[in-house]
């Protein structure tokens, strides 16, 4: 282990739809970020209805460099302060994923820095470590052994690890990723892409549950955060809700007339595997089965609530029963999906019947896809390394390519 006391990383990330750089630095074994830049592709995608994977990448050639450029000037750092600069190899689309791996490449070879390939899901695991000031950074804590939940478009896992960059997969997703079953219920509704965050819009209309995130241990995921998960959608659900309030009867009808309950796949099967691929189906009966005229606003917001109670009940009764099993003294939630507010509550409802656990999410900021989770991860496997190690990373500016199918170890 090599004791020097800073070490700064340059992370890009490029794996679907947003391109994002970000700096990183160390502080008492901490990630501390000191810049995380996003450009979002969500505006050029909508209009396709999902993320079209040549597009992304001619977009994020186009990107990559103002925003990495951004980053290093809003951290204050030049080449000579970077150590080491890091990429997402994989999982994720490849026309996406080579834009920033080869920008990665070029820049390593210039500077002549070693370059570390990250596993997108190990980052998002990551992204729940990270510090966003050095006056906040204190020394870290206990983690193992951790559960991560992760739950992003494309992964449905649940992770156990005894130490960092140490994965045991409890369980995984058979068919649909819980994000991917978000984004498909959505277009069945005729939402706009991405679904997640509109489906859990819509679904908050239906029911408020008391808001409880005392239990939850993340200085920089403040109570502000927790309402503003839908983004800039905040004044439109408030007044969406007033006007359902103002018929309240009218809406209690409709929603118990339309809506049945939804399956809840896999929740006995005595694993921690998950299917989402059944429910989606069942969601499609229930839209196919009632008239036009009656899919009306209501019917699509209970309809969103429903579903999202469906899938939430099972990824909470899994984890619980992981939680029993195992015995975490840590629990993440990691990948895109951990922004959904109903997902926090419940978990932060369920976890204070286990003292010994502590449950940890990540600032919602760095929930959705950004490069300061995956510098986090690379930063604390850069600090395990020797310096003879540090130097043979060197070579991956020439051989490094990106994997779809990465596996995370
Ligand atoms: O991690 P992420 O940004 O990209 C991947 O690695 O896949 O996750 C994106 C996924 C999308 O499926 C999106 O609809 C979903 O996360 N998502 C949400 C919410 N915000 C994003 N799902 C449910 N509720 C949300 N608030
Ligand atoms: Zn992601």
């Known amino acids: 282990m090599n004791t020097e006391k800073s070490i700064n990383i340059l992370a890009i990330e490029t794996s679907c739809d947003d391109t ?9 074994g901490v990630p501390t970020i000191l810049s ?27 990107n990559l460099v103002p925003v990495i450029d951004e980053a290093m000037k809003k951290a204050g750092v030049s080449q000579a302060d970077i150590d080491a600069i890091a990429v997402t190899e994989g999982p ?12 990665a490449k070029a820049l390593a070879l210039v500077w002549q820095k070693p370059l570390i390939g990250i596993h997108h899901i190990e980052g998002h ?24 939940l992760v739950v992003s478009g494309g992964h449905t896992e649940l992770v156990l690890m005894n130490d960092h960059f140490e994965y045991e997969i409890l369980g995984r997703t058979k068919d649909d990723a819980a994000g991917e079953a978000f984004d498909k219920v959505a277009k069945m509704l005729g939402l706009p892409y991405p679904g997640g965050p509109e489906v859990a819009a819509r679904a908050a209309l239906v029911t408020s549950p008391a808001r409880n995130a005392t239990t939850v241990n993340n200085a920089s995921c403040s109570d502000a955060d927790w309402h503003s998960v839908a983004g800039g959608r905040k004044s439109q659900v408030e007044s969406q809700k007033s006007e359902i309030e103002s018929d309240v009867s009218k809406f209690k009808i409709q929603n ?20 989402f691929s059944g429910l989606k189906t069942a969601v499609l009966y229930e839209i196919r089965k009632t008239a036009e005229p009656d ?14 109670e469906a899938v939430v009940d099972v990824l909470v009764t899994k984890t619980k029963r ?47 896809d950004n490069a300061a989770m995956i510098g986090s991860a690379a930063i604390l496997r850069y600090a395990r390394l020797t310096t003879d190690e540090r130097e043979a990373l060197k070579q991956n500016a020439i051989d490094l390519e990106p994997d779809a199918n990465f596996p995370l170890r």
Do not use: W
């Open 295 to 308: 899919q009306d606003e209501p019917f699509v917001n209970a309809i969103c609530h429903a579903f999202q």
């Open 20 to 28: 994002a750089a970000s700096v990183v630095t160390l502080i008492d």
């Open 322 to 368: 992981a939680i029993e099993e195992y015995m975490p003294t840590t629990l993440v939630i990691a990948g895109g999906v951990s922004a959904n507010i109903s997902l926090r509550e419940s978990l932060t409802t369920m976890i204070q019947e286990f003292p010994y656990t502590t449950f940890t999410v990540p600032a919602f900021r760095y929930s959705l």
């Open 36 to 62: 995380s830049v996003v450009s979002s592709q969500i505006e050029l995608h909508r209009q396709y209805g999902g993320v079209v994977p040549a597009l992304a990448a001619r977009e994020h050639v186009k």
């Open 125 to 148: 695991i990551y992204a729940n470590f990270v510090r966003e000031s050095k006056v906040e950074s204190q020394k870290s804590k206990d983690l193992f052994p951790l559960l991560a």
């Open 256 to 275: 118990s007339k339309f809506v049945s309950r939804f399956p809840r796949p896999m929740i006995d099967s005595g694993d921690y595997d998950f299917s």
């Open 92 to 103: 994720g689309l490849i026309p996406a994923l080579l834009a920033g791996v080869s920008g």
